[in-house]
């Protein structure tokens, strides 16, 4: 890989937070109801989050290709899905460890868990789609579209809770009706800087992926054009 | 965007592709049934078939419907009598308006105590509920402990 600035520092100013939210998150003090069980809410609430960054991030790519028509809004949405994916799945695990000592079990089909494991059919689709289409500018066309209809997914996760009697608990930081915390002040720091340090590791994320996209397209396009050229002089033989 | 002109001449040239122009109107039409249909599931008449669980209140409202069906009610624990040695525990399940005896066997999550919300499923018999699952809800409020006493009952039950 060449060398690229930017990269590495978005990675050492990931790895840095990464560390301070471990350090933070491994010192909280524990719940009076569940002990140290509260400390996987520092991993499970900022894999959410990366999610729907992500998620959205993939319908406003599609939404900045539909616009400018330029590949590599695609190539970003197309990272962004997948790593909306991969963090759904971190979510689901973080949930599921954390489900089991507290409700006694490690799913139940209610409004919250449901509709997350829907988005991994949404953004399964989105990605068995993209493996469909052949044509490059179709393919991405058909995405976009695919992409910000799957962002409706983010909205409804997030209120599922609150729209819907179930198992999982309410936002412990409210922000529909002025923005509350509802739980000790010391956790809210801890939670915010793994927050942030999620954050940029979306950003680092889909730098490296959409960099990796943009080399394999350009490898993609290098073997086309070899067997345009290898094909061409045969054609020429065939006429003649 | 690759440039046609870059590609070496076909030897025998072809026309330009004609392309077709779509009615934009399926993909509209398309998208606003899916729209209106996440509208309908998260507002519509839907939300009963979303909702987990039942409350003691309305099971007692929609006796008649529910009667003699697996249901899962949730809420309030109450009057916990649990022998340890032969998992056997009995509580009452209520939220202040209506509450039902439930029985159920088997170990339970330790966040189960008297007040805690649960969700209970499986069947009436006769006028107590027997449960075939059990789950504890908790709350979204973590708090660490405020007094000595406290401190010492948590480092007592999480060791």
């Known amino acids: ?240 | 965007m690759s440039d046609p002109s870059s590609f070496p001449p076909p030897p025998t040239p072809l026309g330009q592709a004609r392309r077709r122009r779509r009615s934009p109107w399926p993909t509209v039409l398309g998208v606003a049934a899916l729209v209106g249909l996440t509208g309908f599931i998260a507002f519509g008449n839907l939300n009963r078939s979303l909702e987990y669980f039942v409350t003691p209140t309305e099971y007692q409202q929609q006796q008649a419907q529910l009667q003699g069906r697996a249901i899962r009610i949730g809420g309030l624990v109450r009057d916990v009598q649990y022998d340890p040695q032969s998992l056997n525990l009995r509580f009452t399940v209520s939220d202040g308006g209506a509450s039902f005896p439930v029985q159920y066997q088997g170990a339970v999550s330790d966040l189960f105590k008297e007040n805690q919300g649960v969700v209970v499923r499986g069947e009436f018999q006769g006028e107590t509920f027997h449960a075939s699952d059990l789950v504890v809800k908790h709350s979204e409020e973590y708090n660490v402990p405020k007094t000595q006493a406290e401190l010492k009952d948590l480092l007592n039950t999480t060791e």
């Open chain 1, 1 to 240: 890989m060449k060398r690229d600035l930017t990269t590495t520092l978005l990675g050492g100013a990931t790895l840095v937070t990464l560390l301070i939210a471990v350090g933070l998150g491994l010192s909280a003090p524990l719940d009076i109801n569940q002990g140290s069980l509260v400390r996987l809410m520092f991993v499970h609430v900022p894999s959410a989050w990366l999610s729907y960054l992500a998620y959205g991030g993939t319908g406003l790519f599609g939404l900045l290709y539909l616009i400018r028509r330029q590949r590599r809004w695609d190539r970003l949405a197309m990272a962004s899905a997948e790593i909306g994916l991969l963090f759904t799945v971190v979510t689901i695990v973080g949930g599921m460890l954390w489900a089991k000592p507290t409700w006694g079990t490690y799913w139940v089909w209610d409004a919250r868990l449901t509709t997350t494991a829907l988005s991994i059919v949404v953004y399964g689709g989105y990605l068995l789609i993209r493996s469909l289409i052949d044509d490059p500018d179709r393919r991405a066309r058909v995405s976009a579209v695919v992409g910000i209809v799957g962002t409706l997914y983010v909205p409804v996760n997030y209120m599922a809770v609150e729209w819907w009697r179930g198992v999982h608990q309410t936002q412990t930081l409210k922000l529909l009706d002025g923005i509350r915390w509802d739980a000790a002040p010391v956790y809210l720091p801890t939670l915010f800087i793994s927050l942030g340090a999620f954050t940029l590791l979306y950003a680092l994320l889909l730098r490296v992926r959409g960099v990796m996209a943009a080399r394999e397209e350009a490898r993609e396009e290098r073997e086309l054009m070899n067997e345009l050229g290898a094909a061409q002089p045969r054609a020429e033989v065939a006429r003649g």
